[in-house]
Nanobody, 123 residues
């Protein structure tokens, strides 16, 4: 079992930066690949970024490539999402999730989810 708690969301102006954190409980954290998804009002939850168990491989949605960076610290049981050059269209609730599969971009394959953190980017 893994429990996930996100933090770091907030209100930021366009062009600004935020860093989201996701703290995981459970000794098996390092056996899971981790992902970030987001859901804007009235829209489906979509993939943002993912990182492999070791942190050696990362994956990004085209919409955030070059602006967002995912990383993890297995010693601290924490995964991060550094978001730079934020745009109003990045406004959403951001969710951290854990998967034991290699289907990193598909939300259906993530077994554990955090409660989400709101990110609002003003223009």
């Amino acid at each position: 079992q893994v429990q996930l708690v996100e933090s770091g969301g907030g209100l930021v102006q366009a062009g600004g930066s935020l860093r989201l954190s996701c703290a995981a409980s459970g000794r098996t954290y390092s056996t899971y690949a981790m992902g970030w998804f987001r859901q804007a009002p009235g829209k489906e939850r979509v993939f943002v970024a993912a990182i492999s168990r070791s942190g050696g491989n990362t994956y990004y949605a085209d919409s955030v490539k070059g602006r967002f960076t995912i990383s993890r610290d297995n010693a601290k049981n924490t995964v991060y999402l550094q978001m730079n050059s934020l745009k109003p269209e990045d406004t959403a609730v951001y969710y951290c999730a854990a998967t034991s599969t290699a289907y990193y971009t598909l939300s259906a394959y993530y077994a554990y989810w955090g409660q989400g953190t709101q990110v609002t980017v003003s223009s």
